[in-house]
């Protein structure tokens, strides 16, 4: 049945001039959109059509409605794959173009090219095709044509029919269409009149009894017909449409790989909740340590939740087993494994009773065991973006629902050759991520679409100061030094750079264990100050018995100082320390942060889910019975 409707729902028809003398086949040009009201009056039932049809491009594309059911067929010739959707469902379809397609032409090494418009629409000389005089259709004067066609398709359903073709006239009658060579018509209706069977060979009429031979009758209404420069097609129409899950795609792409330390910017449009909601995200697997600032004001006016509105940034530390969760004033710690859940800290894993950091393309969901479909390239604001879609049954919109129901998720990465200049001034060239869409397939929320778009996307180690945990450690905890060096250049970046390197390598410390400042000092002189604090006190104990300890490390920066090894060097300087400048004292806590260092991290939600599930989210998320905000690094 399909079949038939496909068949004659392609519409119109480019043919020999001068077959007709009078008057003139129509002459239609090679791309058009047109609508289409198919009347399948044998089955009592329409189906709403709008086509598509390029030659320049290789492609076509069937968009069609019934009874509500939404669905898109697209033939993409350059690529010899066929595509078949339902939307509602959000799947899809792809098969190799076959000779069965009834767009297919067998072309050069196996492979098929979209037919001409005359062969598509069997209309034209070779068809016996004929002119039978005017009649007026819909009030529109018409030429009427006629023609027959009969087919044993390869898998042995024959089908006889007959049609007539009813084109405007050509003179004095005006119709829209666009610029188009002179003589085109616009196809106005078509009858379709014929017999089928299911069986191979023409079927014996009224002799055998068991043939299922049956007849059908279509009448298709062509309006709002377009050509020439009104026909103006989106390349990417041809694609598999966006929102679909399409299996059986042999068209393939690697997964980019994401790097081992990046930072980020996020903003993400949570639908059932009529917001946009934005965050910065630092993953470093070399110091193990993931960091997202955020800020929920929206939890300001819930009940039992207003302690969580404003700023918050939280930090995964694997090397010590322990979360931070800073404020403005506070600062919660807990050990990593009483937080790591698969839904709710995706950037961690439990492995034989200690936590570890997953990998960048796990901690996405950005796997190949997840049977991504590569479906071809797209613009994202002037982006051109690779795309990848996967279906997933371990995340939901709505909390209350079952976890068996499913989304469906677009990650779309810029094409390898497209710069991205940053606001530190690194420019990345590689497949970054640019949009993530989260498509819900739950009842009652099958057109709900979250989407996450990505900023700023650096790559190499974040800055630091996300990392710095100083402010959850008492002044008993921390002690301050500071020494000289013998440079009174302050504002050199590079120089305070190297500063910072070396104190870490001297002391053999991670970054979050010292936070340091410098300033001029008397003379010539640079003075510098370290304030480091001690091996925290939650946490995993097996790693933390094996991280040096303040006084270790404060030990190992005095004698370098005193030796005089402790020397930075930059690409325009060498800069040595005075041996006897180095002093100690016990620091002042801090307790808060200014307004520009957590306004500097912009405000948020999490990185496309990453955050939650840690500290007062996880609670937050496991106590609201719908959740509008997805409880994911994907869906955040």
């Known amino acids: 049945m399909l079949a038939y409707v496909h068949l004659a729902v392609a519409l119109a028809f480019v043919v020999d001039v001068g077959y007709c003398q009078d008057p003139p086949f129509p002459i239609l040009p090679d791309i058009f959109i047109v609508n289409v009201e198919a009347n399948i009056l044998n089955r009592n039932y329409t189906v709403q059509v709008k086509e598509y049809f390029d030659t320049s491009r290789q492609a076509s594309r069937f968009e069609s409605l019934r009874n509500?059911?939404?669905?898109?067929?697209?033939?993409?010739?350059?690529?010899?794959?066929?595509?078949?959707?339902?939307?509602?469902?959000?799947?899809?379809?792809?098969?190799?173009?076959?000779?069965?397609?009834?767009?297919?032409?067998?072309?050069a090494n196996g492979t098929f090219r979209l037919e001409s418009v005359s062969d598509f629409f069997q209309f034209g000389k070779k068809y016996h095709d004929g002119y039978v005089g005017t009649a007026e259709v819909r009030g529109i004067p018409c030429y009427?044509?006629?023609?027959?066609?009969?087919?044993?398709?390869?898998?042995?359903?024959y089908t006889s029919y007959s049609m007539k073709w009813y084109f405007a006239q050509q003179d004095g009658w005006g119709m829209p269409i666009g610029d188009v060579p002179p003589g085109a018509a616009v196809p106005v209706r078509l009858v379709l009149n014929g017999v089928s069977n299911a069986t191979r060979g023409p079927p014996s009429f009224g002799t055998n009894a068991s043939v299922p031979v049956h007849t059908f009758s279509h009448v298709y209404e062509f309006t709002n017909f377009q050509a020439g420069s009104l026909a103006?097609?989106?390349?990417?129409?041809?694609?598999?449409?966006?929102?679909?899950?399409?299996?059986?795609?042999?068209?393939?792409?690697?997964?980019?790989?994401?790097?081992?330390?990046?930072?980020?910017?996020?903003?993400?449009?949570?639908?059932?909740?009529?917001?946009?909601f934005s965050s910065y995200y630092a993953y470093d697997r070399n110091r193990q340590e993931t960091a997202t600032f955020f800020n929920f004001?929206?939890?300001?006016?819930?009940?039992?939740?207003?302690?969580?509105?404003?700023?918050?940034?939280?930090?995964?530390?694997?090397?010590?087993g322990t979360q931070y969760n800073i404020t403005e004033s506070s600062c919660d710690m807990q050990p990593l494994d009483s937080v790591v859940s698969p839904q709710f800290t995706p950037d961690l894993s439990l492995l034989n009773g200690h936590v570890t950091l997953n990998d960048p393309n796990t901690l996405f969901k950005f796997t190949a065991d997840r049977n991504f479909s590569y479906q071809g390239r797209r613009f994202v604001d002037g982006i051109q973006c690779d795309l990848w879609v996967a279906m997933r049954s371990d995340a939901r919109f709505v909390r209350s629902l079952p976890a068996n129901q499913s989304s469906l998720y677009a990650y779309y990465f810029s094409q390898p050759e497209w710069q991205f200049d940053t606001f530190s001034g690194l420019l990345t060239q590689s497949h970054v991520p640019v949009l993530?869409?989260?498509?819900?397939?739950?009842?009652?929320?099958?057109?709900?679409?979250?989407?996450?778009?990505i900023g700023n996307y650096e790559v190499g180690p974040p800055r630091s100061f996300m990392f710095d945990d100083s402010s959850c450690f008492t002044s008993?905890?921390?002690?301050?030094?500071?020494?000289?060096?013998?440079?009174?250049?302050?504002?050199?970046?590079?120089?305070?750079?190297?500063?910072?390197?070396?104190?870490?390598?001297?002391?053999?410390?991670?970054?979050?264990?010292?936070?340091?400042?410098?300033?001029?000092?008397?003379?010539?002189?640079?003075?510098?100050?370290?304030r480091v604090h001690d091996v925290p006190t939650i946490g995993d104990p097996s790693r933390l018995a094996l991280?040096?300890?303040?006084?270790?490390?404060?030990?190992?920066?005095?004698?370098?100082?005193k030796r005089g090894t402790f020397t930075v060097a930059t690409d325009s300087m060498t800069v040595n320390t005075q041996s006897g400048s180095y002093s100690a004292s016990s620091s002042s806590q801090k307790t808060t942060f200014s307004s520009a260092e957590m306004a500097g991290l912009g405000i948020g939600i999490l990185i496309?889910?990453?955050?939650?599930?840690?500290?007062?989210?996880?609670?937050?998320?496991?106590?609201?019975?719908?959740?509008?905000v997805p409880y994911n690094r994907e869906t955040s």
Do not use: W
Request: net charge positive; glycine share 6%; proline share 6%.
């Open 232 to 276: 103006v097609i989106d390349p990417e129409l041809f694609n598999p449409p966006d929102g679909v899950y399409c299996s059986g795609l042999t068209v393939t792409k690697d997964l980019p790989v994401l790097p081992d330390a990046f930072s980020l910017y996020t903003s993400y449009s949570a639908p059932t909740r009529n917001s946009t």
């Open 476 to 530: 008993a905890q921390q002690t301050t030094v500071t020494f000289t060096m013998d440079t009174s250049f302050d504002n050199n970046r590079a120089l305070r750079r190297g500063i910072f390197r070396q104190l870490g390598q001297t002391m053999n410390l991670t970054s979050d264990r010292y936070h340091v400042d410098t300033y001029p000092g008397p003379g010539n002189y640079l003075t510098v100050l370290v």
């Open 68 to 107: 509500g059911s939404r669905h898109v067929s697209v033939s993409d010739f350059q690529s010899q794959v066929q595509y078949s959707t339902d939307l509602d469902q959000r799947t899809c379809t792809a098969r190799p173009l076959t000779s069965m397609s009834r767009l297919a032409t067998p072309g």
């Open 436 to 453: 993530m869409k989260i498509y819900s397939l739950e009842p009652g929320y099958e057109n709900t679409t979250a989407t996450v778009t």
């Open 297 to 320: 004001a929206s939890l300001a006016n819930i009940t039992n939740f207003s302690s969580y509105a404003g700023p918050h940034r939280i930090i995964h530390n694997v090397r010590e």
């Open 547 to 561: 991280l040096p300890s303040k006084r270790s490390a404060l030990r190992k920066l005095q004698d370098a100082i």
């Open 608 to 628: 496309i889910g990453l955050l939650i599930g840690a500290g007062a989210v996880f609670v937050y998320q496991r106590r609201m019975k719908s959740v509008d």
């Open 144 to 157: 009427e044509y006629t023609s027959n066609y009969t087919n044993t398709s390869a898998s042995g359903v």
